[in-house]
């Protein structure tokens, strides 16, 4: 397996987030993949490195305050800053491959920032990949933890929540995955109520995609049991989207981290012979 670069970038704003680089030496392409609430870039590296072995140069940042990035745990100033760490991503990526569109991958949480960025920049975008995204979740905190938020948001937007996630089981049946995801120390264990009001505020864009102006690929990987998203919500709203090259791949006894079946080899097949396709078609999302 390809080995990434562990980097750093510094957005604008003067924060360094670490990032995992894969750079072919004449890349076909341009990869952007954004990893879940709790997770981070290492839980991915297998389909990195095999997006990487196709020839694409792939970029796999550690969200702000996520994974390698100590500095404001589990905390995002602002939807716009969320938003502008995404797009320096987006640029940094175009950048070193020489290409103008990036193939945008997103696993869970992170296809909300897929789905943000095809509406904000729908001409630097070449195709979707959503695996598992968040855009239509099972799992919520409480009711009188929403209270809590609700009260921090006015009062302390940097005091700390649990993510309704902590229990590994709820993204594998693996058991060496199981033991993985335990004695992880960079997951993500807790989010600020500043960080949960930017992601409600990205739920947002999930029905404009369907009027906005990106008309590109969307690929959409679900698992049969995954106990976290809504499939059938999932399934019918990427069948309203006006993209004329749509697809649903669907892995009936799979889990919610597709990356962690006992053999994820066809689902990580999948995902890159998708986007190799359309690397090899003419751009062109209007």
């Known amino acids: 397996m390809l080995q990434p670069c ?29 990893h879940g609430i709790q997770s981070h870039g290492g839980w991915y590296e297998a389909s990195g490195a095999r997006l990487a072995e196709m020839g694409f140069t792939v970029l796999m940042p550690d969200r702000r305050g996520s994974g390698l990035n100590r500095d404001q ?51 630097r975008i070449a195709s979707m990949s959503l695996v598992g995204p968040g855009l239509f979740p099972k799992v919520d905190v409480s009711a009188t933890e929403k209270i809590r938020i609700a009260l921090s948001i006015v ?31 960079l997951k993500l264990e807790q989010v600020t109520a ?8 990205l739920d947002r864009y999930t029905p404009r995609l369907i009027t906005s102006a990106y008309r ?19 399934s019918g709203w990427l069948r ?19 990356e962690f079946e006992p053999d994820p080899s066809a689902y990580i097949e999948d995902l890159v012979n998708w986007i190799d396709q359309r690397a090899a078609q003419p751009a062109g999302n209007a």
């Open 194 to 201: 500043g960080f949960l009001l930017i992601s409600r505020r």
């Open 155 to 185: 009062n302390d937007r940097e005091r700390s929540y649990d993510i309704p996630l902590n229990d590994a089981e709820l993204f594998t049946a693996n058991p060496e995955r199981i033991r993985y995801v335990n004695d992880d120390k």
């Open 73 to 123: 745990r589990g905390h995002s100033p602002s939807l716009d800053r969320t938003l502008d760490d995404a797009k320096e991503c987006l640029s940094a990526v175009t950048t070193a491959s020489g290409h103008p569109a990036a193939h945008l991958v997103g696993i869970s949480w992170g296809g909300k920032l897929c789905v943000a960025l095809a509406i904000e920049s729908p001409e």
């Open 6 to 34: 562990i980097e750093t970038i510094e957005f604008s704003d003067g924060y360094r987030a670490a990032v995992r680089w894969w750079r072919p030496p004449e890349p076909r392409g341009a990869i952007l993949y954004f």
């Open 216 to 234: 590109g690929p969307v690929h959409l990987l679900l698992a049969g049991r995954d106990r976290i998203i809504h499939n059938d919500r999932t």
């Open 240 to 258: 309203d989207l006006p993209s004329p090259d749509r697809q649903i791949t669907m892995y009936p006894e799979g889990h919610h981290t597709l």
